[in-house]
């Protein structure tokens, strides 16, 4: 089989990585850019080269242990290979390239014995915890044979709860193809938003981990109402779509819905860690085969689910976590005959939560400080601008109607990726002027509010830096446009009257926006 040029690259990188004495280094490919055949070509290639190297092929789930297999022996059919996992029924523990499960292997390295590489797929499910058991296996392995070499291959180098995997976790990445070089490429399909007008809010849901409390999420967004008006869009919004997969935000929440779609006409079926495993294989072979076309699921296919036909993705789960939601996202972007893209239905807000999936990387930042945006909202009676959750206008008295079934007046519109981002220009109607506490020894700046209609865009001008630094030249230059042509500092900066823009063009980027332009008066 022909590899890509990527992969290619994938494989010189992390074997140049191990050469130059380095540990732990972590393959950054798309989901669908072909991650199995880059393990099984990897493995082969390091046979070839040291015949009696030992290698433990590891992840997290028992259908990616299954897909690695097969891919293996798909290119390489005398590969001297098993697999050990208790879901798959099988245990050949005395393999050369052992493929296997987490849950099956962490407390079992005795009987493995020596392994000399492990390649992780799906790394990003590692915590950094060294008591869990991707720890356990790695101390137990290490302590067998101290010079065992371990390797990663994920879509997202990051964890909700710990950050980037480099460099607690893993030490560095050798290689990293991007989604928007694999669609440029032509090895991936675009995903595109629908504007759809249900959303599942989420106030006063508790968190945990910086992740929603499922069983919270889960009474939030369950009720018969609104899952009705989502299951309505995803009919409306899919009946020119062949294959179909729906994210739900629990095991009843998924039942529920399923129900409903049923109940519609659609061929739907439900998938959840209660269903049995026969179940489960034949759901998963229809829908794979184009007999099912709808799936819905509760966190069992965002990660390791290949699926070229799907076309449509429904995400009824709101979350936090970046590398969930570019895992669920990346699950629709597969090639397949006629397919010109796949469409998003985020019913969870996801992407004005997290930004274009190309521009998540890593850890989000805390914006618990108080420096979140501040939606605005405009009083139907007066006209006077007011904070979104005021139900009472203070200028007019007006009452505002409560937003009944969680639907937006606006719909989203925002891209799935940064490619897709159109400018667009906001009227102001006031700024703001304030010291921004520089962070990690960083120089104080100014940060600038716009307040919009749309909500409050920010910028940060730094006049603190060095005069020759780039920040400052564009602090200058920012000043210059507004009629300020001498050197100042930012304490100057903030006693001066600057005039206010009519309006600004913007692009927002991931959680902030890039200021484009600003028309005066």
């Not at 921004?436 to 865009?457: E, F, L, R």
Request: proline content about 5%; hydrophobic content about 35%.
């Amino acid at each position: 089989m022909k590899l890509r040029h990527y992969q290619k690259s994938a494989i010189e990188k992390i074997l140049d990585y191990v050469s130059c004495g380095k540990e732990k280094g972590i393959l950054v490919i798309p989901t669908g850019c072909g991650k199995s055949l880059i393990i099984s070509e990897l493995c082969r290639t390091i046979i070839a080269d040291c015949p009696y190297v030992r290698i433990a092929v590891c992840t997290h789930s028992q259908e990616l242990v299954k897909q690695d297999y097969d891919e293996i022996l798909e290119i390489w059919p005398e590969c001297p290979c098993g697999i050990y996992s208790s879901g798959l029924k099988r245990k050949e523990a005395y393999k050369q390239i052992l493929f296997c499960g987490i849950q099956s292997v962490y407390n079992k390295s005795s009987v493995i014995g020596r392994t000399d590489i492990i390649i992780v797929d799906e790394c990003h499910t590692i915590s950094r915890k060294s008591e869990s058991m991707w720890g356990q296996f790695f101390a137990d392995a290490k302590a067998i044979n101290p010079n065992v070499q371990i390797m990663g291959l994920t879509a997202t180098d990051y964890r909700l709860d710990s950050g980037n995997l480099v460099p607690h976790t893993f030490h560095g990445i050798s290689y990293e193809y991007s989604v928007i070089d694999a669609i440029k490429d032509g090895y991936l399909c675009e995903i595109v938003s629908a504007p759809v007008q249900t959303h599942l809010k989420t106030n006063g849901v508790q968190k945990r981990g910086g992740e929603f409390v499922a069983g919270a999420l889960e009474r939030a967004v369950d009720t018969d109402e609104l899952t009705l008006a989502c299951c309505g869009e995803i009919v409306a919004f899919g009946s020119d779509r062949h294959s179909w997969l729906v994210f739900a935000a629990g095991n009843a929440h998924a039942q529920h819905i399923t129900d409903t779609l049923i109940s519609m006409g659609i061929d739907a079926r439900c998938v959840t860690e209660r269903t049995k495993k026969e179940d489960r294989r034949k759901a998963v072979e229809d829908h794979k085969a184009g007999r099912l076309k709808c799936l819905v699921n509760n966190m069992i296919f965002t990660t390791g689910y290949n699926n070229p036909r799907l076309d449509m993705i429904a995400c009824m789960r709101p979350t936090q976590s970046e590398g969930l939601w570019v895992q669920i996202c990346g699950r629709g972007m597969r090639l397949f005959p006629n397919k010109e893209n796949c469409l998003l239905l985020d019913f969870g807000r996801n992407l004005d939560r997290h930004g274009p999936i190309d521009k998540i990387r890593g850890k989000a930042k805390d914006l618990s400080s108080g420096e979140g945006e501040a939606p605005l909202k405009q009083c139907p009676n007066c006209f006077e601008p007011v904070y979104a959750a005021i139900r009472i206008c203070p200028a007019c008295g007006h009452e505002f109607p409560p937003n009944q079934l969680n639907i937006d007046v606006k719909p989203s519109d925002s891209a799935v990726l940064s490619t897709q981002i159109v400018p667009i220009e906001y009227p102001v109607f006031s700024v703001q002027y304030k010291h921004h506490k520089g962070k990690d020894g960083k120089p104080d700046s100014m940060m600038v509010i716009y307040n919009t209609m749309s909500g409050q865009i920010r910028e940060w001008v730094f006049f603190n830096h060095s005069i020759n630094s780039t920040p400052y030249k564009k602090a200058m230059k920012w000043a210059n446009l507004r009629g300020v042509n001498d050197a100042i500092t930012l304490e100057d900066a903030l006693q001066i009257n600057w005039p206010k823009p009519k309006t600004i063009t913007a692009i927002k980027d991931g959680k902030y926006y890039t200021i484009k332009n600003v028309l005066f008066d």
